[in-house]
């Protein structure tokens, strides 16, 4: 599988691009267990434009998580535009842009999803945006609105139509968020039009490595993308590879070599943001992390360790978890 000039393994598997989770200490992380490719968080067009501090040092990439994409997302065509040429300084390997996020505070605005409502102003900002950049532009989206206006077939080709590189789409609507069950039924759809030449890839709902393979068996996708099974559980990627290659589940590990892998991240979000910053950080991959999932009389241990205020207090608590429950 190719995305423009960017080759792939056959089947390859992406770490979906998510606020507050994709930083690059995590993608690095993720690229070691097997990601084929990964994308930063959101990225304000906004925000870029005006300077905020925060918002350019999203642009910051290393070479060990290539290839990387940078996500943009906005609702005003100039200031897209613009942003996307920002991030090309920034060198990813491609520029992603986002009309799929289902939030109030992006979709509300008419950014993300909330572009699922206006078609033309959606293919308008793509079109210009493939114009500005030398790079791929690619870019990723939902069903529709709702379930009323389930456009994601006939918009497919029209974004294709515009110079698009490959097409992520999210198996949900904006109004379902994340409830009910993602729908791959028109990702198949897409994928299956003739008329599409472009990669297209699924996302919704793909937690384990038999849930990967059933998707790409299904639907015929190019790639599938992982998000918030990848939570606090980056070794779900070499899981998922060894599955797709042998059909066979990857042996478990020992409890204590999951927990130091989460320890060493923790260790590089408290060098990167300081003590306070770095554990806040942390706590989303400490909450839902399969590691602790289904650990008898937990609950206690699991609001301490959520709890904790600096790094010792958390390591301590992290530390005791294998002898207090028996667990190796």
Known sequence: MKISNINFTDQPVFLAPMEDVTDMDFRVLCKEFGADM??????????????????????????????????????????????????????????????????????????????????????????????????????????????????????????????????????????????????????ADVKNNQRMHIPIIGNGDVTTPEECKFRFDQTGVDAVMIGRGAIGNPWIFKEVKHFLKTGELLPDESFVWYLNILKDYIKKNVDHSGERGGIIHSRRHLAASNLFKGIPDFKKTRIAMLRAATLDELFSILDSIPGEFGLE
Request: charged share 25%; net charge negative.
């Open 38 to 187: 990964v994308y930063t968080e959101f990225v304000s067009s906004d925000a870029l434009i005006r300077h905020v501090n925060k918002t350019k040092e999203k642009l910051i990439i290393c070479e060990a998580e290539r290839p990387v994409a940078i996500q943009i997302y906005g609702r005003e065509v100039e200031a897209m535009v613009e942003a996307a040429k920002i991030c090309e300084e920034a060198q990813p390997d491609i520029i992603d842009i986002n009309f799929g996020c289902p939030v109030k505070k992006v979709a509300g605005k008419g950014a993300g999803s909330g572009m699922m409502k206006t078609p033309e102003l959606m293919v308008e900002i793509t079109r210009e945006v493939v114009k500005a950049v030398n790079l791929p532009v690619t870019l990723k989206t939902r069903l529709g609105w709702d379930h009323d206006s389930k456009i994601i077939v006939e918009l497919a080709e029209q974004l294709q139509d515009v110079g698009i590189q490959a097409l992520t789409i999210h198996g949900r609507t904006r109004s379902q968020m994340y409830r009910d069950n993602a729908d791959w039924s028109l990702i």
